[in-house]
C-alpha cells in the first residue's frame, strides 16, 4: 500500500470522538456547528433536486454560481473576477487543495507549509511530490516573521499553503505578514494557495484580506472558499475556487480528473446563499462572536489562561510551560466529561505542546454544560 496513506495513523478528530462517546462527555472537539444552516438555503438545494437538474453539469460549475461567486467577492473583498476564466467550484475545500497541488508541483518542488496546519495538507503535498518546509508559528499572536520565511524559501520553493484565517490558531494574520509573504513570492516566483475557507468567520468588526488582492500577487496567488463554512452546512462539500485564467486551465485539469463535478443542487443553492442582503453574514457572524464570547468567558472562570480568537469556530488555552497537551485532553475527556483536541496534533516537527483547542460554535446548552463540567474539574 502507498505508505503516505498507510502509514497515517488514526486521527486525533477521530481518537478524541471515541473517547467523548465512550466517556459520555461534550464533544467540542471536532469543528462542526449545532447549527443545522439557513432554512432558506436548504429549501433552495431541496427544491433544486425536485425541480431542477440531476444530470452532469458543467465540469467548471454551473454559470449561476460563478457568477454569484464573481459578485460576491466584490462585494465583500473588492476583487474584479471573470466569472467565466477565474472561477471553478470543486467537491469541497479539500479537493480545491489538491488539485491545485497536482497542477502547481512537480515531484521534488518544495512547499512552504505554516504549522499548526490543517491535517490534510501534509499528506496532499507528499502525493502530489512535494517536498515540505515548515514554518513554526507560536502563541499567542502565531505571526509570520521574515526570518522564518528565510530560512524556509530556497532556490526550489514552488508553492506556499496559507490558511488565513488560521485553524486552530483561532488568528488572522495582520496585512503586515501578508505583504511580507507576498514579497518572498516575488522573489521566488513561488505560487500561494489560500486557504481562506474561514473568510466570512470573523469576529471583532475585522475585513478579510484575501492574498490574491494585494499589489503585484493576482498572477501568483490560487483563493480556496468553503460555502460549507460560509452557511454552517459543512456536510456540503461545495468549494470556490479562484485564480488567473494561466493557473485556472491547469488546475481545470486535475479538478476534471478527481471529482469532474459537484451536485447541481447544492451548486444552486449556494448561488442563492452568496447573494444573501448582508444582514445574513453580519447576523451570523454576531451568533458566532457571542458565542465565543460566553464560552471564553467560562473558561477564564474555570482557571484557563484563554488565547485570542480572532476568527474560526475554536478558542484555545495556553496550558503553561512543560505541559502535555496530548496527555491532557486524553485525563479532560475521562475525568472532566469534555472533549477537546491539543495544538500539537497540527504540528509535523517541532511541536507546541501547551495549548488546547475548543470548539464553540455549539448551543448554549452544550457550551454551559461542558463549563460546568470544567469549573467542577480540579485536574
Known amino acids: 500500500m502507498n505508505p503516505i496513506f498507510g502509514d497515517i495513523p488514526t486521527t486525533i478528530f477521530e481518537t478524541m470522538s471515541r473517547l467523548a462517546r465512550e466517556h459520555q462527555a461534550v464533544n467540542l472537539g471536532q469543528g462542526f456547528p449545532d447549527d443545522p444552516g439557513p432554512l432558506d438555503v436548504r429549501e433552495k438545494a431541496a427544491e433544486a433536486v425536485v425541480h431542477g437538474w440531476n444530470q452532469y453539469p458543467p465540469m467548471m460549475g454551473i454559470p449561476e454560481l460563478r457568477q454569484a461567486v464573481a459578485a460576491h467577492y466584490k462585494r465583500f473583498q473588492g476583487l474584479d473576477i471573470d466569472w467565466e476564466t477565474e472561477v471553478m467550484v470543486t467537491s469541497g475545500a479539500t479537493e480545491a487543495l489538491a488539485d491545485s497541488l497536482m497542477a502547481v508541483l512537480q515531484p521534488g518542488d518544495e512547499v512552504v507549509l505554516f504549522q499548526p496546519m490543517y491535517d490534510a495538507y501534509l499528506p496532499l503535498v507528499q502525493r502530489a511530490g512535494g517536498v515540505p518546509r515548515f514554518v513554526t508559528l507560536k502563541p499567542p499572536h502565531w505571526r509570520i516573521t521574515e526570518e522564518d520565511l528565510r530560512a524556509?524559501?530556497?532556490?526550489?520553493?514552488?508553492?506556499?499553503?496559507?490558511?488565513?484565517?488560521?485553524?486552530?490558531?483561532?488568528?488572522?494574520?495582520?496585512?503586515?505578514?501578508?505583504?511580507?509573504?507576498?514579497?518572498?513570492?516575488?522573489?521566488?516566483?513561488?505560487?500561494?494557495?489560500?486557504?481562506e475557507v474561514w473568510?466570512?468567520?470573523?469576529?471583532?468588526?475585522?475585513?478579510?484580506?484575501?492574498?490574491?488582492?494585494?499589489?503585484?500577487?493576482?498572477?501568483?496567488?490560487?483563493?480556496?472558499?468553503?460555502?460549507?463554512?460560509?452557511?454552517?452546512?459543512?456536510?456540503?462539500?461545495?468549494?470556490?475556487?479562484?485564480?488567473?485564467?494561466?493557473?485556472?486551465?491547469?488546475?481545470?485539469?486535475?479538478?476534471?480528473?478527481?471529482?469532474?463535478?459537484?451536485?447541481?443542487?447544492?451548486?444552486?443553492?449556494?448561488?442563492?446563499?452568496?447573494?444573501?442582503?448582508?444582514?445574513?453574514?453580519?447576523?451570523?457572524?454576531?451568533?458566532?462572536?457571542?458565542?465565543?464570547?460566553?464560552?471564553?468567558?467560562?473558561?477564564?472562570?474555570?482557571?484557563?489562561?484563554?488565547?485570542?480568537?480572532?476568527?474560526?469556530?475554536?478558542?484555545?488555552?495556553?496550558?503553561?510551560?512543560?505541559?502535555?497537551?496530548?496527555?491532557?485532553?486524553?485525563?479532560?475527556?475521562?475525568?472532566?466529561?469534555?472533549?477537546?483536541?491539543?495544538?500539537?496534533?497540527?504540528?509535523?516537527?517541532?511541536?507546541?505542546?501547551?495549548?488546547?483547542?475548543?470548539?464553540?460554535?455549539?448551543?448554549?446548552?452544550?457550551?454551559?454544560?461542558?463549563?460546568?463540567?470544567?469549573?467542577?474539574?480540579?485536574?
Open 152 to 195: 524556509a524559501f530556497t532556490p526550489k520553493t514552488r508553492a506556499v499553503l496559507l490558511n488565513n484565517p488560521l485553524n486552530p490558531a483561532g488568528s488572522i494574520f495582520p496585512r503586515e505578514d501578508l505583504e511580507l509573504l507576498g514579497r518572498f513570492l516575488i522573489e521566488h516566483d513561488a505560487i500561494a494557495i489560500c486557504d
Open 199 to 379: 473568510e466570512h468567520v470573523i469576529f471583532d468588526g475585522r475585513q478579510h484580506q484575501p492574498l490574491i488582492g494585494l499589489p503585484g500577487l493576482r498572477e501568483r496567488c490560487i483563493k480556496i472558499g468553503s460555502a460549507g463554512k460560509i452557511f454552517s452546512l459543512t456536510g456540503w462539500k461545495v468549494g470556490l475556487v479562484v485564480a488567473a485564467p494561466k493557473i485556472m486551465r491547469v488546475l481545470a485539469k486535475a479538478h476534471q480528473f478527481v471529482t469532474f463535478t459537484t451536485p447541481p443542487n447544492l451548486q444552486a443553492a449556494v448561488a442563492y446563499g452568496l447573494m444573501k442582503d448582508d444582514d445574513y453574514y453580519t447576523g451570523m457572524r454576531a451568533e458566532l462572536q457571542a458565542a465565543r464570547d460566553r464560552f471564553s468567558k467560562s473558561l477564564a472562570e474555570a482557571g484557563f489562561t484563554v488565547l485570542p480568537s480572532q476568527g474560526t469556530y475554536f478558542v484555545n488555552v495556553d496550558l503553561g510551560p512543560n505541559a502535555d497537551d496530548a496527555a491532557y485532553c486524553q485525563k479532560l475527556v475521562a475525568e472532566a466529561g469534555v472533549a477537546a483536541i491539543p495544538v500539537s496534533a497540527f504540528y509535523a516537527e517541532n511541536h507546541i505542546r501547551n495549548v488546547v483547542r475548543f470548539c464553540f460554535a455549539k448551543t448554549n446548552a452544550t457550551l454551559d454544560e461542558a463549563a460546568k463540567r470544567l469549573k467542577a474539574y480540579s485536574g
